[in-house]
């Protein structure tokens, strides 16, 4: 493991504490880490809105992000189990669940999945997300990789916890709500951009990304500005 990077990743997810981050980007940065770091085939992030329903507001790629709606859509899975419960969901071989989880564990092996860790966003009794990382092989996962990724999760909550006084669930769930409206026009930039440039949505997702971070803007606020044409965007609507 590149201890260099996982410091790096700590000092990122905690540097939002004080930062007015962009939440989007900051779960993706989670997610892309997890893969890189801790060994993972894909990650994703889902977090409860303001009615305590389960979103999915990250993932590190398309396919798992369509994995994570079905979970939704289906109401059975590890990652929902992980967040009503507040516990891990550790699976080494999801044929194991399959009496269990009958149509997620169907549905994850058709997608390359074989093996799952569904870990609790959580601070004290109050759980607000999962997050979820899938293997490609089904086996032992490595003895460190599960208290580190729930060390990263466990941070950033904290990052997500940050703002809140007083009036604690308002603010959160204020916060959570701007996100998933965020979520909603970056995925319509997304298909927007893709159909322009004839790539995929992952390919996408990336440009965007890019392009926010280059010009030093926040991804949603590109995002509007690239869905109502009200800006130039040189290089992006080209």
């Not at 071989?93 to 009958?102: F, H, I, S, T, V």
């Not at 990789?145 to 006084?165: H, N």
Request: proline content about 4%; aromatic content about 6%; charged content about 25%.
């Amino acid at each position: 493991m590149n201890q260099r990077l996982l410091a790096k990743t700590f000092v990122e997810l905690a540097d939002n504490l004080v930062a007015d981050f962009d939440l989007i980007d900051f779960l993706r940065l989670l997610t892309d880490r997890c893969v890189g770091m801790l060994g993972a085939s894909a990650a994703g992030v889902l977090l409860a809105d303001r009615d305590g329903e389960l979103r999915v507001m990250a993932a590190s790629d398309e396919q798992v992000r369509l994995l994570e709606l079905f979970q939704l859509q289906n109401d059975e899975g590890p990652c929902l189990d992980c967040f009503r419960t507040g516990a891990p969901v550790i699976v080494a071989n999801l044929r194991g669940e399959a009496d269990r989880w009958p149509r997620f564990v169907a549905t994850a092996h058709r997608s390359g999945f074989g093996a799952v860790q569904a870990l609790p966003m959580r601070l004290r009794d109050e759980v607000v997300g999962a997050l979820n990382l899938f293997h490609a092989t089904p086996g032992p996962f490595e003895p460190d990789a599960t208290p580190l990724a729930q060390a990263l999760a466990d941070v950033a909550t904290i990052s997500l916890l940050q703002q809140r006084t007083a009036h604690r669930s308002t603010v959160l769930n204020e916060q959570l709500q701007s996100a998933l409206n965020s979520r909603v026009l970056i995925e319509q930039a997304k298909g927007k951009l893709a159909e322009r440039r004839g790539i995929d949505m992952e390919q996408a997702f990336t440009t965007l990304r890019g392009y926010a971070r280059a010009h030093n803007r926040r991804l949603s606020d590109l995002a509007r500005a690239f869905i109502d044409d009200s800006e130039a965007l040189p290089g992006l609507r080209s």
